[in-house]
């Protein structure tokens, strides 16, 4: 089974983590984003300000380090392709911040200042999806990380303007600093409305947890 | 820090204004098709994300009494108010600061249709 989502997350490489992939939505809309895998708990608020450039706040507990970092994301859609039946999507995306120590004790290190960079892609239509993201840390004296993640997903069904979109979905991420350089997980994702949830378990049995509400 | 960090948290989580919370007054249901002054054909349409950012951005406009976007056929529904229009150069602007591109727009008194270019 390992070795079978394995093969599926090398598959979607390099295919992406789409709860971050819309991170612009539509001008004076407000959106939340939050992310509990195994790597992280994020929390990503952002104001879209114009049709291209969304501006939040994100906080990003990374699960590994054991650290925390706060700080300011800007989100650019570079290109849309709008398509009678699908549309595609390339965002570049930017972050400034500090770190801070979750440890207590002698051990615990200073604040420092942190920024990461990051491109997304996307492509759907009602029934199938495909997204790509690429992520770099610079996490000051916390360490460095970069990130790849890619999704494949399908709908069992089209479903209508406001009922209940359902869709299955495999995400696979390459870390190449991480001791598990390579995995995948499997994701439900609901969506109706202005809400969307995913749940899902990656290949060591870690949950998964995302939701999205767009006002 | 812990501390801090909660109530970033918690500033991030209601950051949102009360405005944009507020219920919507205007119409937003399938019923408006029924009603509907003006028919836009749209491309890149794929969720409701989609239908939302259609419908928060024909909303701000006076001169709209409700909107509606169905996903199957690809087509916003505009309602007016009374003695209200929308020029067709308007409606292509609104769609695409939403975020998407206008194919055709008709009007239920026939006037002023719009077909957009094929892309070459």
Redesign the interface.
């Known amino acids: 089974m390992r070795c079978f989502a394995i093969y599926l997350s090398i598959l979607a490489l390099p295919f992406a983590n789409s709860a971050e992939a819309?991170p612009v939505?539509?001008?004076?809309?407000?959106t939340?984003m939050l992310r509990n895998d195994v790597d992280q708990n994020s929390?990503h608020?952002h104001y879209t300000f114009d049709?291209q450039h969304s501006l939040g706040?994100r906080?990003r507990y990374d699960r590994d380090g054991d650290f925390?970092f706060?700080g300011a994301q800007l989100n650019r859609?570079i290109k849309?392709?709008?398509?009678?039946d699908?549309?595609a999507n390339l965002y570049g995306r930017f972050g400034l911040g500090q770190v801070?120590d979750?440890q207590s004790g002698p051990l615990k290190r200073d604040d420092d200042e942190a920024l990461f960079l990051g491109v997304s892609g996307d492509w759907?239509?009602?029934k199938y999806f495909i997204s790509a993201a690429a992520e770099h840390w610079e996490n000051g004296q916390y360490g460095d990380y970069s990130s790849f993640h890619g999704r494949l997903g399908v709908a069992p069904y089209v479903?209508?303007?406001?009922a209940l979109?359902t869709w299955f979905m495999v995400e696979g991420h390459h870390k190449p600093e991480s001791e598990d350089k390579l995995g995948a997980s499997a994701i439900l994702r609901f969506?109706?409305?202005?809400a969307?949830v995913e749940v899902g378990i990656d290949d060591g049995g870690e949950p998964l947890l995302n939701y999205i509400h767009?006002? | 820090?812990?501390l801090l960090?909660a109530l970033?948290?918690a500033?991030?989580?209601t950051?949102?204004p009360a405005t944009?919370?507020a219920k919507d007054k205007k119409m937003n249901g399938?019923e408006v098709v029924e009603i509907a002054d003006i028919s836009v054909g749209l491309?890149?349409?794929?969720?409701?994300?989609?239908?939302?950012?259609l419908n928060?951005?024909f909303k701000?406009r006076d001169e709209v009494r409700g909107t509606?976007?169905?996903?199957?056929t690809?087509i916003l529904s505009v309602a007016l108010t009374a003695d209200n229009t929308l020029a067709n150069d308007v409606i292509i602007k609104l769609v695409?600061?939403?975020?998407?591109?206008v194919?055709s727009i008709s009007r239920k008194d026939g006037s002023d249709s719009y077909t957009a270019p094929e892309k070459s």
């Open positions: 819309r939505s539509y001008p004076d809309g407000w939340v929390a608020i049709t706040l906080l925390t706060a859609l849309r392709w709008n398509n009678p699908s549309q801070f979750d759907e239509t009602r479903a209508n303007t406001g979109h969506f109706k409305g202005p969307l767009r006002f | 820090m812990k960090k970033m948290m500033a991030c989580l950051a949102a944009v919370l399938p491309s890149g349409l794929v969720c409701d994300f989609c239908s939302l950012a928060k951005t701000k509606y976007v169905d996903l199957d690809k695409k600061k939403a975020g998407y591109s194919t």
